[in-house]
C-alpha cells in the first residue's frame, strides 16, 4: 500500500516554521494548489547565486529525496521557475536566504 502524503499546504507551512525556529528567512514566491502541488525551494545565497531544490521519484526505493536540480547565477533560477510555473499552475515555489546554502532539506520530517 502506498505511503500516505501529506497536502502540500500544510508540508509547506511546517517547512516555513521550521525555517523560521531556525533562523533562517524564507518566502513564499508562488502559491500552488494546496492539496497536491509540487514545491521548488530557491536557495539564494546573497551574492548573486542560487541553488533550485525539487523532490524527484526514486523508483528503485520508492523513495521522494530532495535534489538539486540546478545552481548557477539568481536571475537564472528565477527564469527557471518562472518556465516551470508557465507549465504546471499547482506548483509552489519557495525561496530561502542563506548565505551558508542551508536549507534543512536533509532533515527527518522534510525528506
Known amino acids: ?19 523560521q525556529l531556525a533562523d533562517i528567512p524564507a518566502y513564499v514566491t508562488r502559491h ?10 530557491k536557495c539564494a545565497t546573497l551574492d548573486g547565486q542560487a541553488t533550485l531544490w525539487r523532490r524527484e521519484w526514486d523508483f528503485e526505493t520508492d523513495a521522494r529525496p530532495w ?17 516551470e510555473t508557465g507549465f504546471d499552475p499547482d506548483l509552489w515555489a519557495l525561496e530561502i536566504e542563506s548565505r551558508s546554502g542551508r536549507t534543512l532539506l536533509d532533515q527527518d520530517g522534510l525528506a
Open 1 to 19: 500500500m502506498p505511503e500516505a502524503r501529506l497536502a502540500t499546504g500544510i508540508w509547506v507551512s511546517a517547512y516555513l516554521k521550521r525555517l
Open 32 to 41: 500552488g494548489d494546496d492539496t497536491a502541488g509540487a514545491v521548488l525551494v
Open 67 to 83: 535534489v538539486v536540480i540546478e545552481t548557477g547565477p539568481e536571475a537564472r533560477i528565477d527564469a527557471r521557475i518562472t518556465r
